[in-house]
């Protein structure tokens, strides 16, 4: 089975269990502006895990594109990826533990045939302190499975400590590792997110990886969750029934499941190849890469690693590209340009020549032209963009050089220095290196190290804080800016045309900042006017609600949306209309919103503090209610 393979027998099995299956969201998120990227499966999802009602019922089911920019250093292994397709199932208060599991067993099995010999499952330790307790019901659930099959699998409890003993294929973990929620452990979880215990599933590439006499784990007990490359993680049941308060943890509403698994992982374990780039769905553009470079993926072991960051970062672009991000200095455009430049680099180590590297997109976007068509519509455009972002950067690099010449005069060049080089100009700590060896000094390795990960630490830190309480933060402010920020791009398109669409947002309780595509400055006086229209939405006490509606009569009606191809045949459209029956504000929106405008009026008048360019082409307002 190939990967594309696996996914539709995967999304064919949930449709046979009465799952209705859902196109992948963006990788940018419309609906949450807390978030640069959608970095799993259940991020669209949350507010239906809340309770509110999916236009499609209680069972859903998708292959989601998912982007983690967290990982890009990990990137170089045989496991990790930036880019990757999450396979998805949920239950909005209808099966749980028992049907979930089964079906898990039955898919990984029977379906796709994986041997259940190799395969071993984790289960939540339990947390008397939280007043959470131990998982058995779904270790014993897995062991009734293994005895079915004739296996007498023993549920482990101390791997971690003390390793595998023979015949263990249940495990209990703390929620370090089998608690799921987007805030991570249960202590890190603001109030009003949901989160539960979770059941992980691996797959055993064999012992041999794990005794490797060149791990660094050789000497240390292996089990499911250590580094060693033996075990891999395959997917994760998360059992979703608690939400954090203020004083602790209660029980949701209703109880749902959450699946999430990876097709590449997936596509590694049937394979039996733990090296996730030598899969099927790499092939082409791994063939594209070694004819450019003149090279052999996997005989050397500095261009393996070089290999597989061009793979990732590539097919991440491509999609990001895809999805409407373009290379800038802020947000998910830095992001994009960090991984063209580092593509960049790892192309010249390969010796493939500049500007060659966007001859590789068309494998890319021919390999998913079938599942992910407006790629391939996009081939061209992608192609411009990682052409002219390369040779942007080869530009920085011969201005860094210049500055590393100047720097090198004085007979050092500290650490700091070469970090400074590297964060200021994509100057490669390797090239800083072999440049001030031939002038007889040495770089400081350990201090750039040091400000490499204080500077990446500070990233991440940002990313988190950013990320933090997602769509649980469903404080009344952030509600009434959401609700606000739509009637903004409502009054938007009735001044300047239907050519303006919403191309980012970020709310907090401060303010709203909204970016909208519009070529130029918006004159003073027409921000007034958006303005009075945004204050006689909220002044007119206009009701909110939503409607579920065929798509088609949707884009009929004059609904405001993007990308229209990635919605599912019933979409949920949000809509405010005042009590003379005007419309204020329509578009496709699952996000949480005020009853009526009049909530917003509470924090005060909407005003628009200022209006400058975000990128080309497109505008950025910032607002505030005062």
Request: glycine share 8%.
């Given at each position: 089975m190939n990967a594309h393979e696996i996914r539709s027998a995967y999304l064919d099995f949930f449709k046979e269990k009465g799952h209705a299956i859902t196109p992948s969201a963006p990788l940018v998120p419309e609906n949450d502006p807390t978030t640069l990227f959608t970095g799993s499966g259940m991020q669209p999802i949350i507010p239906f895990l809340l309770g509110e009602k999916h236009p499609l019922g209680t069972r859903i089911a998708d292959s989601q594109k998912c982007f983690r920019a967290q990982d890009i250093e990990e990137v170089g292994d045989n496991r990790h990826t930036t880019f990757f397709e999450m396979l998805g199932n949920w239950s909005f208060g209808d099966y749980f533990k028992q049907e979930q599991i089964v079906w898990m067993w039955e898919f990984l099995t029977e379906r796709i045939g994986l041997d259940p010999h190799r395969l071993s499952f984790t289960c939540f330790r339990g947390n008397e302190e939280l007043g959470i307790p131990k998982d058995t019901e779904a270790a014993e659930l897995w062991k009734k499975l293994f005895r079915e099959a004739g296996i007498d699998a023993k549920i482990?409890?101390?791997?971690?400590?003390?390793?595998?003993?023979?015949?263990?294929?249940?495990?209990?973990?703390?929620?370090?590792?089998?608690?799921?929620?987007?805030?991570?452990?249960?202590?890190?979880?603001?109030?009003?997110?949901?989160?539960?215990?979770?059941?992980?599933?691996?797959?055993?590439?064999?012992?041999?990886?794990?005794?490797?006499?060149?791990?660094?784990?050789?000497?240390?007990?292996?089990?499911?969750?250590?580094?060693?490359?033996?075990?891999?993680?395959?997917?994760?049941?998360?059992?979703?029934?608690?939400?954090?308060?203020?004083?602790?943890?209660?029980?949701?509403?209703?109880?749902?499941?959450?699946?999430?698994?990876?097709?590449?992982?997936?596509?590694?374990?049937?394979?039996?190849?733990?090296?996730?780039?030598?899969?099927?769905?790499?092939?082409?553009?791994?063939?594209?890469?070694?004819e450019l470079s003149g090279k052999t993926y996997g005989e050397d072991i500095s261009h393996t690693y070089a290999f597989r960051i061009l793979m990732d970062h590539m097919r991440a672009s491509v999609f990001l590209i895809g999805d409407g991000v373009r290379p800038s200095n802020t947000d998910q455009g830095y992001v994009l340009r960090r991984l063209i430049r580092r593509s960049v680099r790892f192309a010249d180590m390969l010796g493939i020549q500049p500007n060659m590297l966007k001859t590789s997109v068309a494998t890319i976007t021919d390999e998913y032209a079938s599942i992910y068509p407006s790629v391939k519509e996009q081939e061209q455009e992608i192609e411009e963009v990682l052409g002219k972002e390369e040779s942007k950067f080869r530009e920085t690099l011969v201005r860094g050089l210049k500055e590393l010449e100047k720097r090198l005069a004085s007979g050092t060049l500290s650490g700091k220095d070469a970090f400074e080089l590297f964060s200021t100009y994509g100057f490669p700590l390797e090239m800083t290196q072999e440049i001030a060896q031939e002038k007889g000094i040495v770089v400081d390795e350990e201090t750039y190290r040091g400000e490499f990960k204080k500077h990446r630490d500070l990233s991440r830190t940002a990313s988190a804080g950013k990320f933090k309480g997602g769509l649980a933060d469903h404080s009344a402010k952030v509600t009434a800016f959401h609700t606000a920020t739509h009637l903004l791009l409502a009054a938007l398109r009735k001044e300047l045309g239907n050519d303006v669409h919403q191309a980012g947002s970020n709310i907090t309780e401060e303010r709203t900042r909204f970016d909208f595509t519009y070529p130029e400055k918006v004159p003073r006086e027409t921000l007034d006017r958006v303005e009075a229209y945004v204050n006689e939405a909220i002044e007119a006490g206009a009701a909110v609600g939503t409607t579920v509606m065929d798509k088609e009569a949707a884009k009929a009606a004059g609904v405001e949306g993007s990308f229209w191809e990635k919605y599912p045949e019933k979409v949920t459209v949000y809509q405010v209309e005042g009590p003379d029956s005007t419309v204020y504000s329509q578009e496709l929106c699952g996000g949480p919103h005020v009853k009526n405008t009049a909530d917003i009026a509470q924090f005060g008048r909407f005003k628009i503090v200022k209006e400058e360019a975000s990128s080309a082409g497109v505008r950025r307002i910032k607002a505030i209610l005062q």
């Amino acid at each position: 089975m190939n990967a594309h393979e696996i996914r539709s027998a995967y999304l064919d099995f949930f449709k046979e269990k009465g799952h209705a299956i859902t196109p992948s969201a963006p990788l940018v998120p419309e609906n949450d502006p807390t978030t640069l990227f959608t970095g799993s499966g259940m991020q669209p999802i949350i507010p239906f895990l809340l309770g509110e009602k999916h236009p499609l019922g209680t069972r859903i089911a998708d292959s989601q594109k998912c982007f983690r920019a967290q990982d890009i250093e990990e990137v170089g292994d045989n496991r990790h990826t930036t880019f990757f397709e999450m396979l998805g199932n949920w239950s909005f208060g209808d099966y749980f533990k028992q049907e979930q599991i089964v079906w898990m067993w039955e898919f990984l099995t029977e379906r796709i045939g994986l041997d259940p010999h190799r395969l071993s499952f984790t289960c939540f330790r339990g947390n008397e302190e939280l007043g959470i307790p131990k998982d058995t019901e779904a270790a014993e659930l897995w062991k009734k499975l293994f005895r079915e099959a004739g296996i007498d699998a023993k549920i482990g409890e101390n791997s971690k400590e003390d390793g595998i003993h023979e015949g263990e294929h249940i495990f209990y973990y703390s929620e370090k590792k089998n608690w799921w929620s987007r805030a991570g452990v249960p202590g890190n979880m603001p109030a009003g997110e949901p989160g539960g215990p979770d059941s992980e599933m691996f797959w055993d590439f064999g012992a041999k990886l794990g005794l490797h006499e060149a791990s660094p784990w050789r000497d240390q007990p292996c089990h499911v969750n250590c580094d060693c490359g033996r075990f891999v993680e395959i997917g994760n049941n998360v059992f979703m029934e608690y939400k954090r308060t203020e004083s602790g943890f209660e029980k949701l509403a209703q109880k749902n499941v959450d699946f999430g698994g990876g097709l590449e992982r997936l596509m590694a374990a049937k394979n039996d190849n733990p090296d996730i780039f030598r899969g099927d769905i790499f092939d082409t553009l791994r063939k594209k890469l070694e004819e450019l470079s003149g090279k052999t993926y996997g005989e050397d072991i500095s261009h393996t690693y070089a290999f597989r960051i061009l793979m990732d970062h590539m097919r991440a672009s491509v999609f990001l590209i895809g999805d409407g991000v373009r290379p800038s200095n802020t947000d998910q455009g830095y992001v994009l340009r960090r991984l063209i430049r580092r593509s960049v680099r790892f192309a010249d180590m390969l010796g493939i020549q500049p500007n060659m590297l966007k001859t590789s997109v068309a494998t890319i976007t021919d390999e998913y032209a079938s599942i992910y068509p407006s790629v391939k519509e996009q081939e061209q455009e992608i192609e411009e963009v990682l052409g002219k972002e390369e040779s942007k950067f080869r530009e920085t690099l011969v201005r860094g050089l210049k500055e590393l010449e100047k720097r090198l005069a004085s007979g050092t060049l500290s650490g700091k220095d070469a970090f400074e080089l590297f964060s200021t100009y994509g100057f490669p700590l390797e090239m800083t290196q072999e440049i001030a060896q031939e002038k007889g000094i040495v770089v400081d390795e350990e201090t750039y190290r040091g400000e490499f990960k204080k500077h990446r630490d500070l990233s991440r830190t940002a990313s988190a804080g950013k990320f933090k309480g997602g769509l649980a933060d469903h404080s009344a402010k952030v509600t009434a800016f959401h609700t606000a920020t739509h009637l903004l791009l409502a009054a938007l398109r009735k001044e300047l045309g239907n050519d303006v669409h919403q191309a980012g947002s970020n709310i907090t309780e401060e303010r709203t900042r909204f970016d909208f595509t519009y070529p130029e400055k918006v004159p003073r006086e027409t921000l007034d006017r958006v303005e009075a229209y945004v204050n006689e939405a909220i002044e007119a006490g206009a009701a909110v609600g939503t409607t579920v509606m065929d798509k088609e009569a949707a884009k009929a009606a004059g609904v405001e949306g993007s990308f229209w191809e990635k919605y599912p045949e019933k979409v949920t459209v949000y809509q405010v209309e005042g009590p003379d029956s005007t419309v204020y504000s329509q578009e496709l929106c699952g996000g949480p919103h005020v009853k009526n405008t009049a909530d917003i009026a509470q924090f005060g008048r909407f005003k628009i503090v200022k209006e400058e360019a975000s990128s080309a082409g497109v505008r950025r307002i910032k607002a505030i209610l005062q």
